[in-house]
Structures are given as structure tokens and as C-alpha cells.
């Protein structure tokens, strides 16, 4: 049965792919009929996208994948493994795009590159609007779901807005007398795809690490196990980001004296605390220590 979590995923995607093909057609025509690469770029840019975007579905449904015997902690790791080759598609497919910029602009015969037409500057102006509205549409049902993969690509649709504003201002150049500037403006759009590929990379990795959560969500969690009164202190606390959950390991001191069926209500009771107080907890372990 499909979860909300895919529901949401799936809608977004979908349209979002609908959008790039359509966009990516509109820019690919519009860079061969106006003669610009840099809008031919673009183009390859958003085609990308559609490739992306479908292992981000494929990478979410796999995470979604209910525990089984092999994988009794979930699947939620599969996301960040989505994430990571969507890096690398980025990575390539803007390497792809620097070293044809780069060729050109170290040609310097610059009098045989032809000037684009209007029809790449109007193409580049959709192509920012519709990528922009893109990136916000998929950013917000990202953090609704909190879905890493989601986010990615909703990033990778910013990077293409980006690189459609640099592909504006290069066609803008050419138009005004400097040819070379269409080659500069996919250079451009390079760095901010090689940026964009890196900053995904990093955070998919640290996901499979099990990187610990930030400062200020650790202070939250001591706080809520130090509000249960029979808690009297902490001796340990680490926290881990499986996927796009959090797991949590917690040694607390109560009164030596209990019994055993008393200390285990109390951490019970503080397991309890922390599942309804942090929805992305998924798994807790809490340790009891006699105080001394």
C-alpha cells in the first residue's frame, strides 16, 4: 500500500517531470533556432532533471519499504543512496557543459560564433520563471514530507534557474556586440550545477554516516528527558540520522533504590516522551543508571 510520504513524493514528481520535458523541448528548440549554446545548455540542463527526478521516485520508494528480516532498521538509507547519484548525474552532466564553454572561449575565433536571436533571450526568461516556480512547488512538499531525495531536487531545479540567469545574461551579451559571452554564460552555469551536485553529495553522505543531529535538537531532547521528574540526571546522550529519521541512545540516572519494574516505567515513560515530543525519532533506547 502507498504511504503518504509516496503519495506526496509521487504527485510532485510528476509534475515536475511533466514541466522539465516540456521546458527542456521549448529551450532545445529555442538555442538550435536562435544559435546559442548557452541556451542549448540550458536545455541539456533541464533534461537532466527529468533523469533526476525519477531516481528521486525510485530512491523514495525503495526507502519507504517497510522493515524486514534483512533490514530490520528500514530502508530509509536507500533516499540518500538516490541522492548521491543524483549528485553524480549533476556533476557529469555540468562537467559536460564547461568543457564544451571552455573549448569555445579557448578557440578565441570569436568572429565565427554566431550571435543568438531573440527567441533564446524569451526562452531563457520562461526558462527562469518556470524552474523558479519549480523549485519552491517541490521545496515546500519537501518539507512537509521531510524528504532529503525531494529536496535535492528541488535544489536541482534552483541550479537550473540559476544557470537560466546566467544563460540570459550571456545570449543579452552576445546580442550587444560580444559573441564570446554565450560561451562565458554556459561556463557559468557549470559552476552552479558543480555546486549545487557537491552540496547534495555532502549531505547525503553525512545522512550515511550517522552524522548526529544538530546542537539545538540535542539540547531539546536533554531537555525533554530532564522534565520527567524521577530523572535526576543524564549520563549519556547520542543521537544518529538514519535517512531522514533520527535515532536515539540515552543513559539516565534514577533513585538506586527502585525496583527494577519501577526504573523500567520511568524509562518507559521518557521513551514515551521523546516519541511524542520529536515525530522524526523513530527508534530509542533508553539505558537506566543508579544514581549514586
Known amino acids: ?37 548557452a541556451m542549448i545548455s540550458d536545455a541539456i540542463h533541464s533534461a537532466s532533471d527529468v533523469f533526476s527526478t525519477i531516481i528521486v521516485i525510485i530512491g523514495i520508494k525503495l526507502a519507504s519499504k517497510e522493515a524486514d528480516k534483512e533490514h530490520p532498521y528500514g530502508h530509509e538509507r536507500m533516499e540518500c543512496v538516490a541522492a548521491i ?42 526558462s527562469i520563471v518556470s524552474k523558479e516556480a519549480m523549485y519552491w512547488y ?17 535544489w536541482h531545479h534552483r541550479s537550473d534557474a540559476l544557470s537560466s540567469i546566467g544563460a540570459f545574461i550571456g545570449i543579452g551579451g552576445a546580442m550587444l556586440g560580444f559573441p564570446v559571452m554565450d560561451a562565458v554564460a554556459s561556463l557559468v552555469i557549470f559552476g552552479f550545477v558543480v555546486k549545487a ?32 521528574e524521577e530523572v535526576m ?19 539516565i540516572l534514577v533513585n538506586g533504590s527502585y525496583t527494577l ?19 522524526k525519532v523513530k527508534h530509542i533506547m533508553v539505558h537506566v543508571h543508579p544514581a549514586k
Open 1 to 37: 500500500m502507498e504511504t503518504e510520504f509516496q503519495k506526496v513524493a509521487n504527485r510532485v514528481s510528476f509534475v515536475t517531470i511533466i514541466g522539465n520535458i516540456v521546458l527542456s523541448v521549448l529551450k532545445l528548440m529555442a538555442g538550435v533556432v536562435a544559435h546559442s549554446s
Open 85 to 126: 547519484v543524483l549528485a553524480m548525474v549533476l556533476f557529469i552532466t555540468g562537467l559536460g557543459i564547461g568543457l564544451e564553454a571552455l573549448e569555445t572561449i579557448l578557440a578565441s575565433n570569436y568572429k565565427s560564433i554566431q550571435v543568438p536571436g531573440k527567441l533564446a533571450l524569451i526562452a531563457a526568461i520562461v
Open 138 to 154: 517541490t521545496r515546500y512538499h519537501a518539507k512537509r514530507i521531510d524528504s532529503g531525495a525531494l529536496m535535492a531536487d528541488a
Open 197 to 228: 551536485a557537491y552540496d547534495i553529495f555532502m549531505d547525503a553522505i553525512d545522512k550515511m554516516v550517522d552524522h548526529s543531529c544538530d546542537d539545538e535538537t540535542e539540547k531539546q531532547i536533554y531537555d525533554c528527558v530532564m522534565s520527567n
Open 233 to 251: 540526571g543524564i549520563d549519556m546522550l547520542h543521537t544518529r540520522i538514519f535517512g531522514n529519521k533520527i535515532y536515539v541512545d540515552v543513559e
Open 261 to 279: 519494574q519501577k526504573a523500567h516505567e520511568i524509562a518507559e515513560d521518557v521513551h514515551d516522551d521523546i516519541e511524542e515530543s520529536f515525530p
